[in-house]
């Protein structure tokens, strides 16, 4: 689906850079987005200073819908998991393309 | 920016009054049906649910938020063990559960409940630590019977629990219908409605794109599969 809305509007990325966080999505905006999420989501130390670089470059507006869909998908990824729901065979198809290796039925970076 | 709450809660989960305001002070700019739509979740938290009483089901979101914290505890007292355990497990290894884990409970519905509750805590938690915000307290929970009242129509398909209809994302918490709703009502608040999950061209605060972004690398985090 990020495959699609990027295409729908315009936008190119390097979408490797998701698995594979040593390469550039070739876009400013989507490096601080991905910097952004790896603090909030990892709950790593750098939250504050990831929070400061995303308003540098996208402006404070940007941080409450970028952290609501953080939670959103935190909600969701649970949901899925604990109930069991079979994931979708494409996405090991697109692993590939989003810079990741499928071993044993586990995506690996 | 929202104005700060009425007090400073020393337990956030278990302290606030259901009168008093909102409880985010941030200087992140929040729109407001942002608010709107997380002061509903935690108020849905705190009712009564549907196998659980609300002062249980808060019980269970306090256990979630300590256990995604790495902190031990929370204030579980009202549960039984296997509610604590659940809620600890759907909170920080959802990817690991197990049927077993479902039949802990006499009624899925049980566990399914949990499931709900906690994934809307730390969905909420998550965005209050985005928006460096303290995490957001809950009102006291209630202690009406639980209504009881499931889906007739879920079956056990593909999935660790019955659903209605095919196994999916929307459906996975269809044998609880309170959960499902609240479900669907906190993922139109967060991200997108299921409606608007049609347009790759919305702009919802971000473009759509850079909302699946995020999306995407929290779920890449989570080594979640969707």
Redesign the interface.
């Given at each position: 689906m990020l495959s699609s809305s990027a295409q729908a509007t315009g936008v190119g990325l390097d979408l490797r850079s998701l698995g594979d966080r040593e390469r550039s999505p070739g876009r400013e905006d989507a490096s601080a987005l991905l910097r952004f999420a790896d603090a909030l989501v990892g709950r790593t130390t750098d939250l504050d200073d990831a929070r400061d670089h995303l308003t540098d470059v996208l402006g404070a507006e940007a941080i409450a819908p970028a952290a609501a869909a953080a939670g959103n998908f935190e909600m969701m990824n649970r949901v899925v998991d604990a109930t069991g729901i079979p994931a979708p065979r494409r996405m090991d198809q697109l692993a590939p393309q989003l810079g990741l290796r499928l071993v044993d039925g586990e995506l690996l970076t | 920016m929202i104005e700060p709450g009425a007090h400073e809660p020393q337990d956030p989960a278990r302290d606030r009054n259901p009168s008093d305001g909102p409880v985010m002070d941030t200087a992140?700019?929040?729109?407001e049906r942002?608010v709107a739509g997380i002061e509903r979740t935690t108020r849905q938290i705190a009712s009564g649910g549907t196998m659980w009483t609300g002062s249980q089901r808060v019980a269970i979101a306090s256990v979630a938020r300590s256990a995604a914290a790495g902190e031990s505890g929370g204030d579980g007292s009202v549960l039984p063990a296997p509610a604590r355990t659940t809620a600890a497990k759907?909170?920080t290894d959802?990817?690991s559960?197990?049927?077993a884990?479902v039949d802990t409970f006499d009624d899925p519905a049980a566990y399914?409940e949990i499931?709900?509750v906690?994934?809307?805590t730390?969905?909420?938690?998550?965005?209050a630590?985005?928006?460096?915000a303290d995490p957001i307290a809950f009102p006291i929970g209630t202690d009406d019977p639980p209504s009881g009242q499931i889906n007739p129509h879920a079956r056990q398909r593909?999935?660790?629990?019955p659903?209605a209809g095919g196994?999916?994302?929307t459906t996975?918490?269809s044998l609880v219908p309170a959960e499902d709703q609240a479900?669907e009502d906190?993922?139109g608040?967060?991200?997108l409605t299921y409606f608007e999950m049609g347009d790759?061209?919305i702009h919802?605060?971000?473009?759509?794109?850079?909302?699946?972004?995020?999306?995407?690398?929290?779920?890449?985090?989570?080594?979640?599969?969707?």
């Open positions: - | 992140v700019p929040v729109a942002l759907v909170a959802a990817h559960m197990a049927q884990d399914v499931v709900g906690v994934a809307r730390i969905a909420i938690d998550t965005f630590r985005g928006v460096d593909s999935s660790l629990v659903t196994a999916g994302p996975a918490l479900q906190l993922h608040t967060l991200y790759p061209t919802k605060g971000l473009p759509r794109w850079q909302l699946e972004l995020v999306a995407a690398r929290t779920s890449l985090i989570n080594h979640c599969r969707f």
